[in-house]
């Protein structure tokens, strides 16, 4: 997916200055104190012209620097990938908002400053920067950088789990927070259901054995902890902690267990894609799939392969049999595809009421859609419409 480089008109400021007379003319040798003179027009006409022409072009390049940085910040939706390696960033106190994302991209968090400003000013995360020692690993998006920094100071003794995350990633971020003296490799083997269950009942239903899902995304205070287990156990208490706050009673009514709900919120996080303009999109997502399940039509959601895959999910992709694979089976997933963010959980737990079957949720450099559709036409319509874009761009 292209970047987009946001840049800014620099058009100087002008002023319309009234054209004045020079004065009036003087008689010497006759007293013409009766006389008016007659005053041109001209000079109080071409001024006013002036005036208006000048004030119309202020007014649009005012316009139009607003609707482009607005357009820019739509365009961003922060799922494209930013961290190309590990990496260690300070952020003094006092840093703004705009004084972080160029530390970041000088340290080789982000690759452009501007477009991680606009991406956090449209999410509405700007303000909610805080000071202090990170550890970005690699892979990670400009949501996840973005939602690090507003989670609140990693340092020596912390470690921030984004939301969206999965075992893998969890594993080699613990590594890097301890310095290695929790390796990834320790982390994932110790990372298995059957060893935590008969303290964590909620994990009796676990498919594979997998606690993907259980480790809440949450800044951690590693100061007590020694070993994969110790960490492991805060983030299992954390899960229980913050879903003992919801309500089950929808999915229930709907044949779903506290699972299923996981599941399900696992897959909405990945596919949602909030900010300041749809910031109920999570409910929207949850709609249609519950929507799909009641029609008995499958949930066809790429991002459940694109755990399977690892990345980018190709039509052949779509056409290979897994139990993550909801183009080939009716239901949900097997297990879950990440950790997903209480917000997700909520919205798995109470989806909006509509009668959608469809979304197509697209943001690109120039392009942003968030279509949610009724029916199998209007969805079409909407991947036509992009389709058109991308063959214009192309051409």
Do not use: W
Not at 11 to 21: D, I, L, S, T, Y
Not at 207 to 226: I, N, Q
Request: glycine content about 6%; charged content about 20%; overall charge negative.
């Amino acid at each position: 997916m292209p970047r987009r480089q946001i840049t800014y008109s620099n058009h100087p400021n002008h002023r319309a200055r009234a054209v004045h007379a020079q004065g009036e003319r003087q008689f010497k040798t006759y007293d013409t104190s009766h006389i008016r003179p007659r005053k041109s027009k001209v000079p109080y006409a071409v001024g006013a012209i002036i005036a208006i022409v000048v004030l119309a072009i202020a007014a649009f390049a005012a316009t139009s620097l607003l609707r482009g940085c607005s357009a820019e910040a739509e365009d961003i939706d922060g799922s494209q990938v930013a961290v190309a390696a590990d990496v260690k960033v300070t952020i003094p106190d006092g840093s703004t908002a705009s004084n972080t994302a160029k530390l970041l991209e000088s340290s080789g968090v982000v690759p452009d400053a501007d477009e991680f400003l606009a991406y956090a000013k449209g999410a509405g995360l700007d303000s909610r920067f805080k000071s202090g020692v990170y550890t970005f690993t690699a892979g990670m998006t400009l949501e996840q950088v973005a939602k690090t920094i507003v989670s609140g100071a990693s340092s020596a003794d912390t470690l921030t789990i984004p939301e969206g995350y999965t075992v893998a990633q969890i594993a080699s971020a613990v590594e890097k927070s301890t310095s290695g003296s929790i390796t990834a490799d320790d982390f994932t083997k110790q990372a298995v259901a059957s060893n935590y269950v008969s303290d964590y009942p909620f994990l009796s239903d676990a498919y594979d054995d997998s606690l993907e899902g259980f480790l809440f995304p949450k800044t951690y205070d590693l100061s007590g902890a020694k070993t994969a287990d110790d960490v492991i156990r805060m983030m299992l208490d954390q899960y229980a902690t913050e879903v003992a706050s919801l309500d089950y009673s929808y999915p229930t009514s709907k044949g779903l267990s506290a699972y299923q709900v996981l599941v399900m919120a696992s897959v909405i996080e990945k596919e949602a894609a909030p900010d300041a303009n749809h910031p109920d999109e999570r409910a929207q997502v949850s709609s249609v799939f519950y929507n799909r399940l009641a029609a008995d039509m499958a949930l066809q959601s790429d991002a459940t392969m694109g755990y399977v895959t690892g990345g980018e999910v190709t039509p052949e992709d779509l056409q290979t049999e897994s139990p993550y694979n909801t183009y080939l089976n009716k239901g949900l997933p097997a297990g879950p595809i990440c950790n997903p963010s209480i917000e997700s959980l909520k919205a798995a737990c109470n989806p909006a009421t509509t009668d959608y079957l469809y979304f197509f949720i697209v943001n690109e450099k120039g392009y942003s859609d968030h279509a949610f559709s009724k029916t199998l036409d209007e969805h079409n319509a909407a991947i036509a419409k992009y389709q058109e874009y991308t063959a214009s761009k192309a051409s």
